[in-house]
């Protein structure tokens, strides 16, 4: 198939520097270079790292940036033969997800020895490391096109996941992959997730997908807490009308006096470390998923809180093209159960892309979409 016709330019969200307000810019599209494939943006997330990045509180961000590191689009042109990693060929034309992480060396001992490509030190980030001026650019969803650079793990969207499945998921999803992997969860485990965002939410999702006997969560706002009912959680808590010595009572009455196997942290709160802790049962397994950034500091009594309970804690950083691939086979077997769509709040164009952050700062929406 042809490649179709490549506009001259487009038009991005950028944020100039941290503390500023995004604004439209302009950029012409440059000739791809080969491995390189040109993606008309479809619709693209805005997460919490993306409120993060804009408060200056990542490091290693290169400003000015074009946001987005979760998009969906479709393949306009390619400059050679491309392919999936099942081997299908990437043509124009075609609706695609892709990992947002590009230029993991596969070399280094993260990679090669211990397994743990997301610590990679030479990995790149679509959205979050791809500076706006430099070469070729494009490297964010907050545009109307972008460049997936060659080497990109691009995934065709599987029959029955529409863009609106895949980005209502989000990053979330694979995010909440790893922590589910990670947690080893066993038919008929009671499961704690902290959190109630798209990370929390989806790990609340495949808590029960993998057969636990019972999922709680603890979160707000109250919209979110309804997104965790209608998936089917067994238990809900509003973290911001309760006390931590109300929600011990309330979870502990609901567990028959004892705390859930299993806690996994989406909440992003340092205070929530403590008592997920504290919760948890003795032997328990906790998973921390949620602490994408330096929050501060907290107090945890090393022979009370780990080693009298002989708790297993296991932090969770990023995903890989594993769960990307698995979150999408989780969407098109049981998306008409969950309804991951259902989690778009609000779709925002690229002049909305400041109120966009706004929103999610303020937890006013469970997903926020840009449509460029």
């Not at 074009?66 to 400059?79: L, R």
């Not at 010595?245 to 502990?252: D, K, S, W």
């Not at 022979?303 to 698995?326: A, E, P, T, Y």
Request: aromatic share 6%; with cysteine.
């Amino acid at each position: 198939m042809e490649n179709m016709s490549i506009p001259h330019h487009t038009r991005a969200s950028v944020i100039p520097e941290p503390h500023s307000h995004p604004v439209i810019q302009t950029y012409p599209i440059p000739q791809l270079a080969p491995g390189e494939a040109l993606l008309r943006v479809v619709a693209s997330e805005v997460c919490g790292t993306d409120v993060h990045l804009k408060e200056g509180r990542l490091s290693g961000v290169p400003f000015p940036l074009i946001p987005g590191h979760v998009s969906v689009g479709e393949i306009v042109a390619v400059s050679s033969p491309l392919y999936s990693p099942e081997g299908t060929a990437i043509l124009p034309g075609m609706q695609v997800a892709f990992l947002d992480v590009f230029d993991t060396c596969h070399h280094c001992l993260y990679c090669t020895v211990w397994k743990t490509s997301t610590r990679c030190p030479h990995r790149k980030v679509y959205g979050i490391t791809v500076g706006a001026n430099e070469t070729p650019g494009l490297g964010g969803g907050w545009s109307e096109y972008m460049i997936l650079r060659a080497g990109t793990l691009i995934l065709p969207l599987a029959p029955k996941v529409t863009p609106d499945i895949w980005i209502g998921a989000g990053c979330g999803l694979p995010t909440a992959m790893h922590a589910i992997e990670l947690a080893s969860i066993r038919i008929g485990d009671r499961v704690l997730i902290q959190g109630s965002g798209p990370v929390g939410l989806s790990a609340c999702a495949l808590a029960l997908l993998s057969g636990a006997g019972w999922v709680g969560v603890i979160g707000a706002p109250a919209e979110r807490l309804a997104e965790a009912q209608r998936m089917g959680a067994d238990f809900t808590i509003d973290v911001t009308a309760t006390t931590p010595q109300e929600r011990r009572e309330r979870l502990y009455e609901a567990l028959n006096g004892y705390g859930p196997d299993i806690v996994i942290e989406a909440s992003g709160s340092t205070a929530a470390i403590q008592e997920g802790c504290e919760l948890i049962r003795d032997c328990g397994r906790y998973v921390v998923v949620g602490q994408y950034t330096d929050n501060g500091s907290i107090s945890l009594n090393p022979h009370l809180h780990i080693n009298k309970k002989h708790l297993s804690i296991q932090g969770c950083w990023g995903c890989d093209f594993s769960h990307v691939f698995r979150a999408m086979q989780t969407l098109d077997r049981f998306n008409e159960r969950i309804r991951w769509d259902k989690f778009i709040s609000h779709r925002y164009s690229l002049e909305e892309t400041g109120q966009a952050l706004i929103d999610v700062e303020q937890r006013s929406v469970v997903k926020a979409v840009i449509i460029p």
